[in-house]
């Protein structure tokens, strides 16, 4: 049976290369009627990491693996016979060199061979530092890079919740002045309110005064006419202060015309009617005026025909 190991370890990544070393190994069984197995390993950082990969690998094709050889800084092949589980190993410089040494080995007895695995475990220590360095430094670069994302993602958390911030200061602010608006109109609401109750309480005492004077009128109205009405004014005052004054000097002239006769009519006639109008409203017979000033009339209008007919 013909198989061939697996690569497990390269030393190729342009962005993050592997962990390359410079240790090899090589496994081999045999087993029934020409059955064969086979596992390699290349690249590894110690012999004994290089000889337990190749055994695993061996023993998942086959059982009575054991490490055959292990190398350090070259090129390895194995060459196998045709039909047969004979074997032969070589190293060298390159891939060419190392499958020329396995073909001649293998074939030393007397049997066809095939080249069954060929590669190179040829990275300097070196190189392996060089290749350390890079990688410690592209995973401080990722670190920096990440330690970026995560300041840049802080820092549009902080940008947001900023802008969170504001937005609520501005829907508070908007609330306020709309509390305060609201304020506002429920003042001037209750102001109007106020207003409009006063002056429906002055309509009513309005209402209620013309309501009394109206019931006044009617009571005045439903009096006889000897009770007085209305209160002497100070024009109803100054006319009898004038007639009184009239009817004075008329009395005065027939004195000193030497009529006493005439004159004690006309005195009579005038003051007995006026006595009697003064009398009544001093005793509180609250008479109307125009009541009161018809015997003052009367006599006045008596006194002049007196005077008028000698």
């Known amino acids: 049976m013909r198989t061939t190991s697996t690569i497990l370890l390269t030393c190729i990544s342009a962005i993050a290369p592997a962990d390359c070393r410079s240790e090899g190994a090589f496994a081999y069984g045999q ?20 000889s337990d990969v190749a055994m695993r690998n061996c023993n998942a094709r086959g059982p009575n693996c054991r490490i055959q050889t292990t190398f350090h800084e070259t090129c390895f092949a194995y060459a196998m016979q045709d039909g047969s589980n004979g074997w032969g190993t070589g190293f060298g410089p390159t891939g060419g060199d190392a499958s020329q ?5 293998c074939q030393q007895y007397g049997v066809r061979c095939y080249v069954a695995e060929q590669f190179c475990d040829n990275v300097s220590e070196d190189g392996i530092r060089a290749q350390r360095e890079a990688e410690r430094q ?3 670069d990722q670190e920096e890079r990440d330690l970026r994302e995560r300041w840049a993602e802080t820092e549009r958390d902080r940008q947001a919740r ?7 200061a501005e ?9 305060r608006q609201q304020t506002e109109r429920l003042a001037a609401e209750r102001k109007a309110t106020e207003a409009a109750e006063e002056q429906a309480r002055q309509a009513r005492e309005e209402l209620d005064r013309l309501r009394t004077e109206r019931d006044r009128l009617a009571r005045d109205a439903a009096k006889p006419p000897s009770v007085r009405q209305t209160p002497i004014g100070i024009g109803e005052v100054n006319a ?3 007639i009184v004054i009239v009817l004075l000097v008329g009395i005065l002239g027939m004195i000193l015309k030497g009529n006493m006769n005439k004159t004690l009519k006309v005195a009579i006639a005038i ?11 001093l ?3 609250k008479t109307d005026f125009t009541i009161l000033s018809i015997p003052i009339a009367a006599g006045f209008a008596l006194a002049l025909i007196y005077t008028v007919m000698g």
């Open 31 to 50: 087993y029934g009627n020409g059955g064969w197995s086979a596992g390699t390993s290349w690249n590894y950082e110690t012999k004994a990491e290089a």
């Open 101 to 105: 040494q396995a073909l001649r080995t």
């Open 138 to 140: 592209a995973r401080l």
């Open 162 to 168: 900023e802008q969170q911030a504001r937005e609520a």
């Open 171 to 179: 829907r508070q602010a908007l609330a306020e002045e709309e509390a």
């Open 240 to 242: 009898m202060l004038v």
């Open 271 to 281: 003051i007995i009617p006026t006595a009697v109008s003064v009398a009544l409203y």
């Open 283 to 285: 005793l509180g017979i």
